[in-house]
């Protein structure tokens, strides 16, 4: 029997799972794809927002102020990426001009820092690249970009450090609730049995609320959201987060620095009707190119190396929804989270375990809050190189040669602390993959490196989902019949 | 620290015939190759159709790469086997820094540098294909060293966009190992491979090519379900009302090949936008004193054996540079493209060194039956040369004499077609 079980390992998930970790109870995370954090975490804008878009007196408004500054937090003792770009907020005319004081207003309102506006002049010096048209910006010092990823398995990986557990392929088809008790079954027909859950399932939340409740007041509708990457190559083409006027479909097409060094473009906002319908189209990519011409109109597209869509847990509910269920003591929904939800994350985490759980179990006394980063060998300096090759001579095998990525780092992605056995898996920990060439040269090497380190035969490695091998059948071997 | 003469990183088609041309007893030469083989892309290519220039034979790809590596055991030319190189400089002479698992971190200086480090292939990402990202999507080549080398397929009904060499030669080659090839759609009029293999690997095995057509859209949530291609119009967009379904696991993509010199950008070489690699003079050096750029890292080409040719010079050349043991000064003319002519290298003519022919190597922007094409200096057709059965997947040359050149002014080369 858990204490808390936790249906979900994306952002919010880990994060909670790693906030629970440091009381004395029991937790297990479940999540029903291969890896953790495989949908809306691994597929956004990766912006900390200050705080200044969420309308004011709203857990969205608040969590994201609060959320922005357990960033910092997080980056000492989860050893995360964050790049402190800072944002701008453009105007392009006397409308925009006066919606950007209204944007002040509420930026103060919510408890955002050290805003100012500044003049074109001011915006056109630190970024020679956007449009000339624009006529005044607001700047939010406090807008940070972090790889969400990265903080979803640091997260996890914590969390298992101090007494967690992660189960992935743990598909939940239905929930019991036995004596004040909760059976959870799995598709494989195991059975799980905790006092608490924890739904933080993302677009599936209403779902799994619809096993044990029949008036969950709010129903997922999913957004989707399509981006652009650019090459590693553009870094310090765009130096702050670019943020057009909002509008009511949201916070509109961004220019987004990332921490490898990439910039993002996008994204759009479409409604959809299936919740995993997380594809590209033509028309959204034609409409990427043309909200940010009013942005810039000296944007690298042939350093485009990716495209990608992802799909955030909108829903009916005006707000955040992070209640107790009202029939079922002990069962809490954390719903509902679109965007600020990965700034505000860390402090939906908090928020969840203070002040709805008001969790009364002891501390745990030998918390040990500090993820240790997993070395990324083309930083470290020649000396230390020369030496870690030394005892690791794996360390001088370069296997990804766009980003510099070592057989070594590969073997530490497969059996790190949240492990994985999959092409895919392995591009998202180590970076394998990741740059110009998308994998074409190294991606039969990480294949092999998988197969050796789990022993499994090529045919075994997936892609990343169950079942999906890239190398299907072997030729050259002949039937025994 | 190892010291030397000439570095060759690539041991590929490019370097193999760049190290014999520079072969001396007196030089010292070191090839630095990533794979534990020698060969390069050649060993992949399990195919007949090489050497037909260079030998007069049909060889097979690892045929090919044997004739090369048998010679070079008589040589004075070492290599390194697993090793990448991951930074050049030029303080004075190059220094290099590689890595491997045997030898670990290493510098190297060397007088002279050959990149002959062939190329990658074009990504879904670089050209946008819209839709889900499912497993079952990779680049030609891939494919080509799955089933080449690791003996594996990657799937049993396949889709090819892009009707670029590797992509029609992987049609046959999944073939004949038992997979259905459904299709190849090309965005363009005309076909990007050689007229032989769309005959030999495509016609032959009655595989439909779809010419003015793309893929719009790709259905799979895991794996590859589903792929949509459509007609497009003069500017590449959709029609409407074109579409086409094909139940697929596998889409190969043969959309273009591109120079792999991203390793290099540590020595600020000029680079041309068109080729994406070094802009070089008719002894195929860059603008960086003492570096080399032969084959596919210089251009792609659509024979190995001017890949061979290319390389040859380079050795050549740099041994010449190496050799002469003084800094010269250069004095360059431009070369340019003209009408219907997408690039030509090289892009540069010193002309303070111009006692030997120099060949142009070029590709069209059009596919014509016949035309000439004509190389102009200061208004005045210098050259003139007639060709048939003209095609942007096929390189050209033109073959310039010393004394062909009216003055230092710059060049253009042209394409006219017969009327």
């Known amino acids: 029997m858990y204490d808390y079980v936790i249906i979900g390992s994306g952002i919010i998930g880990s994060l909670i799972a790693r906030e629970l970790s440091k009381y004395e109870v029991s937790v297990l995370i479940l999540d029903k794809e291969n890896d953790i954090a495989s949908h809306q975490t691994t597929a956004n804008s990766a912006i900390i927002h200050s705080g200044h878009d969420p309308k004011e007196n709203t857990l969205k408004a608040r969590l994201c102020v609060a959320g922005n500054r357990l960033y910092d937090e997080l980056e000492k003792e989860l050893n995360i990426p964050l790049l402190r770009t800072g944002a701008f907020v453009v105007a392009h005319d006397e409308e925009e001009e006066k919606a950007l004081e209204e944007l002040y207003k509420r930026a103060v309102n919510n408890g955002v820092q050290s805003i100012h506006f500044i003049s074109q002049k001011e915006i056109l010096e630190a970024e020679p690249l956007l449009s000339s048209s624009i006529t005044k910006a607001l700047s939010l010092p406090s807008t940070k970009v972090t790889y969400p990823w990265e903080v979803a398995i640091s997260a996890v990986s914590n969390a298992i450090k101090n007494g967690a557990e992660f189960k992935r392929n743990s598909h939940v088809v239905s929930i019991d609730k036995i004596n004040g008790t909760y059976r959870i079954y799995l598709e494989n027909g195991e059975p799980i049995n905790t006092r608490n859950i924890i739904n933080a399932s993302g677009v599936s939340s209403d779902h799994i609320a619809s096993m044990i409740e029949d008036d969950f007041p709010l ?6 959201g399509e981006y652009f990457v650019l090459d590693r190559k553009a870094k310090d083409l765009f130096k702050h987060v670019i943020y057009p006027i909002p509008s009511k479909a949201g916070k509109g097409v961004l220019i987004v620095p990332q921490v490898h060094g990439n910039v993002l473009l996008g994204p759009t906002s479409e409604n959809i009707d299936e919740k995993d319908e997380a594809s590209t189209t033509l028309i959204g990519m034609k409409k990427i190119r043309h909200d940010l011409l009013s942005l810039s109109n000296q944007i690298p597209y042939h350093m485009i190396i990716r495209t990608f869509a992802g799909i955030r847990a909108s829903s009916t509910y005006d707000d955040f929804y992070i209640q107790e269920s009202k029939i079922n003591k002990g069962f809490y929904h954390v719903a509902g989270i679109d965007s600020p939800g990965l700034t505000a994350a860390p402090a939906i985490a908090k928020y969840l375990i203070e002040d709805i759980i008001r969790i009364n179990a002891p501390l745990k006394k030998n918390f040990d809050p500090m993820r240790e980063k997993p070395i990324v060998f083309h930083k470290l300096s020649d000396d230390m ?16 040669k766009c980003e510099k990525i070592t057989e070594q780092e590969i073997i530490d992605a497969i059996h790190g602390p949240v492990g994985n056995d999959t092409v895919k898996g392995i591009k998202k920990r180590a970076r394998a993959g990741s740059g110009l060439c998308q994998g074409g040269y190294c991606e039969g090497q990480v294949i092999k490196i998988i197969a050796r380190e789990t022993n499994q035969p090529l045919s075994h490695i997936n892609y990343y989902q169950k079942d999906t091998p890239i190398l299907i059948k072997e030729t050259k071997i002949h039937d025994k019949n | 620290m190892i010291k030397t003469d000439l570095v060759i990183i690539g041991g590929g088609a490019a370097g193999l015939s760049a190290a014999l041309a520079a072969s001396d007893a007196n030089l010292n030469i070191l090839i630095i190759e990533r794979e534990l083989i020698l060969g390069g892309i050649l060993n992949q290519c399990i195919h007949n159709g090489f050497g037909l220039h260079m030998f007069k034979e049909e060889l097979t790809g690892p045929e090919y790469a044997m004739r090369y590596i048998d010679e070079l055991q008589h040589k004075n030319i070492e290599v390194l086997l697993g090793t990448t190189v991951i930074d050049i400089t030029k303080p004075d002479d190059f220094m290099l820094t590689v890595t491997s698992e045997k030898d670990g971190y290493q510098h190297i200086t060397s007088r002279s540098v050959i990149i002959a480090s062939g190329c990658y292939e074009r990504t879904r990402g670089a050209i946008q294909i819209p839709g889900e990202r499912p497993k079952g999507i990779m680049p030609a080549g891939s494919a080509q060293r799955y089933l080449n080398m690791d003996g594996y397929l990657v799937g049993k009904n396949i889709f090819i966009l892009g009707s670029g060499d590797i992509g029609l030669i992987m049609a046959r080659r999944m073939t004949l190992e038992g997979a259905k090839v459904l299709g190849v759609a090309e965005i363009m009029p005309y076909s990007n491979g050689l007229t032989r293999n769309i005959v030999q690997c495509l016609d032959d095995f009655d595989i439909p090519l779809f010419l003015s057509h793309t893929i719009t859209d790709i259905k799979g949530k895991d794996v590859l379900e589903k792929i949509t291609i459509q007609k497009v119009n003069e500017r590449f967009e959709p029609i409407e009302g074109t579409e086409r379904e094909f139940e697929v696991d596998t889409l190969l993509l043969s959309i273009g090949l591109i120079p792999d010199v991203t390793l290099f950008d540590s020595l600020k070489m000029e680079k041309s936008d068109i080729t994406k690699s070094a802009i070089v003079n008719q002894h195929l050096m860059s603008s960086v004193d003492g570096l080399f750029i032969c084959g596919n890292a210089l ?14 010079k380079a050795g050549k050349y740099a041994k010449a540079y190496i050799l002469s043991d003084e800094k010269q000064s250069r004095e360059h003319l431009k070369v340019n493209p003209g009408a219907k002519i997408r690039y030509v290298v090289p892009q540069l003519i010193d002309y303070s060194h111009l006692n030997e022919p120099v060949t142009l190597s070029f590709r069209t922007t059009e596919k014509m039956i ?8 200061n208004n005045q057709v210098i050259m003139t040369k007639k060709a048939k059965y003209i095609a942007p997947a096929e390189m050209e040359n033109i073959i310039l004499q010393p004394d062909d050149f009216i003055s230092f002014d710059p060049i253009t080369v042209i394409l006219e077609e017969a009327l």
């Open chain 1, 385 to 400: 190189k020369i030496k870690l090759i030394q005892e690791k001579p794996k360390y001088g095998n370069l296997v990804c």
């Open chain 2, 370 to 377: 016949a035309g000439t094409f004509k190389v102009y200096q």
């Open chain 1, 219 to 224: 129903k997922i509708t999913p957004r989707r």
């Open chain 2, 299 to 312: 251009h792609v080409h659509d024979l190995v054996d001017w890949v061979s040719e290319e390389g040859e």
